[in-house]
Each structure stands twice: as structure tokens, then as C-alpha cells.
């Protein structure tokens, strides 16, 4: 195989966020793979870049990675690119290097603009563990199960602006009124706005605030002080004054979060 493979990665928003090695790669190989010709063309000929460029998206993907392993193998050099920031990042291209670690074709990453790096990077936290998840799920049962599982670490998502106060309210629900959080909107753009407190503050922020849009979100691992038993406590407590008895406390938690009915069920008789 002769040819030379790229993942380059291209900005956020702010089309200046490009490196120059970037630069130079998008001008000299032969083809660039992107997700979206159109999207991409506005930064190429912002460039005056005139590289071939085709299509590679989740939907192609496979036999995508049948033309470009044959143009390698012709000796072409192709780069990948996403829509934005660094490809395979909560975008596609997975199976695409897969295919290619599997015909041993050599890859040069070209780093750059990212998101979720962008954002931690302007978030001061107490410890550097972080946990990313791509895109949150968007059921109550699906983010409740993940932000548990997550609970002592920092947890990092992406979400869209149109789930943001659903999104929110649940984690309200799911970590109680304690929770820290911070919302990363619009990086790198005129617009960039960071938010950092607790999650009823930010809540009552965006609800007299419009959600326009990229976001980031991050919830702060809990408190290590604070037990199981006093989250458990707070969820209670929410039931509680929506008026529910201890025993549908009991099964709604239990269902919810797998927790223990009768520990439950003790503890909402408090
Ligand atoms: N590959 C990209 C990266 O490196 O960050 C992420 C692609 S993913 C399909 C798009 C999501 O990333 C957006 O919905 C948003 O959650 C996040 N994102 C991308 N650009 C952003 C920006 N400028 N500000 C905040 N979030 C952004």
C-alpha cells in the first residue's frame, strides 16, 4: 500500500482554528473523505484548498473504506475529515480505520480543534479524571442509568439545545439539588458562553435564557463525603413532596435505580 492516510481535524466554529500542518496535508493529498461535501467546502475554499473531495458518512461508511483502501493501494494519499472538530470523536469514521488497521495501512492523525477538549479545557475542576460519553441518551431510564454509573467521576457529554432543559430537570432528579454542573455553549464562536453552579441555578438560567446552538455539558463527580444513602435520601425526598406514600417511593426507586425496595421503603418512613 502505497499511498498515505490522514485524520485531520478541522475547527468548531472559529474557521481560524486550523493548524497549519492541516493546512498543508488538505492541499496535497489526493482526495479528502468528508461527512458532508457542502459543509466542508465553506472551509476548503476559505483555504483555496481544491483537493477531491467525496462523501464518507455512517450511512457509507463500509464501502467507502472499499474505494479508499483501492485508491491507496493506487498510491493516492486521502484525508479524512468530519464536519467539524476531530473525526471518530462522537463522529463517524470507526469503521472506516478499522478497516484500515486491518490492511495494515499506516494513519497519521493531525490534531486540532475538539470540543470536548476545548471545554475542559476552560472548566477548572478539582481532579483531571474525566468521563465522555459522546451524546447522552435521551429516556430518563437511560440517563439515569449512566449518570449513576458515572457519579464520581466528572462526566462529560454532548447534547443538543433542543433536550438541554429536559436533559436538566432530569439531572435534578437523578443527583439531587447538590449537583454542580457546567454547560459549554457555542465554542469558539462569537457567542460562547460558559455557565458553572449548581443545577437549579443553571436550570433557572435557561429558562429565562435562550438555548441556541452547540453545548457541552459536564456534571461534577459527587461530593465523595456525601453517601449512597443521602442521594438515595434527596430522591425521596423529591417523591415525598410530590405527595407520593412510602410504598410507591419504594417501587418507583427501586425500578428506576435497582435499588433495595425495603432499604427504601425504611428510609421514605424517615
Ligand atoms: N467531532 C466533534 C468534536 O471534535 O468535538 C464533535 C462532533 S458531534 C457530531 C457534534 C457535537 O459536538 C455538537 O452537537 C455539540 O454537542 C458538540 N460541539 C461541536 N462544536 C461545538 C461548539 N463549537 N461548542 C460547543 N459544543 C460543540
Redesign the pocket.
Known amino acids: 500500500m502505497d499511498g498515505n492516510f490522514y485524520i485531520v ?1 478541522t475547527p ?2 472559529n474557521l481560524s482554528d486550523i493548524t497549519l500542518r492541516a493546512l498543508e496535508i488538505l492541499k496535497n493529498v489526493d482526495y479528502i473523505a468528508c461527512e458532508d461535501t457542502r459543509v466542508s467546502r465553506i472551509l476548503l475554499d476559505k483555504y483555496s484548498i481544491s483537493s477531491k473531495l467525496f462523501d464518507c458518512h455512517k450511512f457509507n461508511e463500509k464501502e467507502r473504506s472499499e474505494k479508499i483502501i483501492s485508491l491507496l493501494n493506487e498510491g493516492k494519499n486521502i484525508a479524512l475529515i ?6 471518530l ?3 463517524p469514521g470507526s469503521v472506516l480505520i478499522n478497516e484500515l488497521y486491518k490492511n495494515n495501512v499506516k494513519i497519521t492523525a493531525i490534531p486540532g ?4 477538549i476545548d ?1 475542559l479545557s476552560l472548566i477548572p475542576r478539582d481532579s483531571e479524571e474525566f468521563s465522555f460519553i459522546g451524546f447522552i441518551g435521551r429516556t430518563f431510564k437511560s440517563q439515569a442509568e449512566i449518570i449513576n454509573k458515572y457519579k464520581y467521576s466528572n462526566l462529560v457529554f ?3 439545545p433542543n433536550r438541554l432543559k429536559d436533559t436538566l430537570n432530569n439531572i435534578l432528579e437523578i443527583s439531587g439539588e447538590n449537583t454542580k454542573i457546567a454547560v ?6 462569537v457567542f460562547e458562553e460558559i455557565k458553572i453552579g449548581k443545577i437549579s441555578e443553571i436550570i433557572d438560567y435557561y429558562n429565562h435564557n435562550p438555548i441556541k ?4 455539558v459536564m456534571i461534577f463527580a459527587a461530593n465523595g463525603n456525601s453517601t449512597e444513602d443521602d442521594v438515595l435520601k434527596e430522591k425521596i425526598q423529591i417523591l415525598k413532596n410530590e405527595g407520593y406514600s412510602p410504598k410507591d417511593i419504594s417501587k418507583i426507586i427501586s425500578k428506576l435505580y435497582g435499588e433495595n425496595k425495603n432499604k427504601i421503603y425504611k428510609l421514605s418512613l424517615n
Open positions: 481535524s468548531i466554529g468530519s464536519d467539524a472538530g476531530t473525526p470523536i462522537s463522529d480543534a475538539c470540543a470536548l471545554f454532548y447534547e443538543s459549554g455553549r457555542e465554542l469558539t464562536k446552538g452547540e453545548l457541552v
